[in-house]
């Protein structure tokens, strides 16, 4: 059973640093490959990054080198995403999705789980 809950979203000044998680209340998370979403006003919900099954992450150009995905293996229930140097272009919502489509080394989609999402917002 999958129900995603993310929290730690808040108010940053530009060049900071925040970490929001992502935690299933339904059970593990380990069984799933996880991942990020954003959405900004007026724009469509975009992909920021998302980890396999086996733990290997993946990152939209646009975040690589400054956000990092990482799982909590041993409660195995929680992701989070680790937002360094923030800007404010990543001003948005952000989701948590399990069972993302990863093929061949690429990130194909969401999967049918979402979060209710957190607000991010980066002041200049």
């Known amino acids: 059973q999958v129900h995603l809950v993310e929290s730690g979203g808040g108010l940053v000044q530009a060049g900071e640093s925040l970490r929001v998680s992502c935690t299933n209340s339904?059970?593990?998370?380990?069984?799933?490959?996880m991942g990020w979403f954003r959405q900004a006003p007026g724009k469509e919900r975009e992909f920021v990054g998302a980890?396999?099954?086996?733990?290997?992450?993946?990152y939209h150009d646009s975040v690589k080198d400054r956000f990092t995905i990482s799982r909590d293996n041993a409660k195995q229930n929680t992701l989070y995403l680790m937002m360094n140097n923030l800007k404010p272009e990543d001003t948005a919502v952000y989701y948590c999705?399990?069972?993302?489509?990863?093929?061949?080394?690429?990130?194909?989609?969401?999967?049918?789980?979402w979060g209710q999402g957190t607000q991010v917002t980066v002041s200049a």
């Open positions: 980890m396999s099954r086996s733990g290997d992450p993946y």
């Open positions: 339904g059970g593990t998370i380990i069984n799933y490959s």
């Open positions: 999705n399990a069972d993302v489509s990863v093929l061949g080394g690429r990130v194909l989609g969401p999967g049918s789980h």
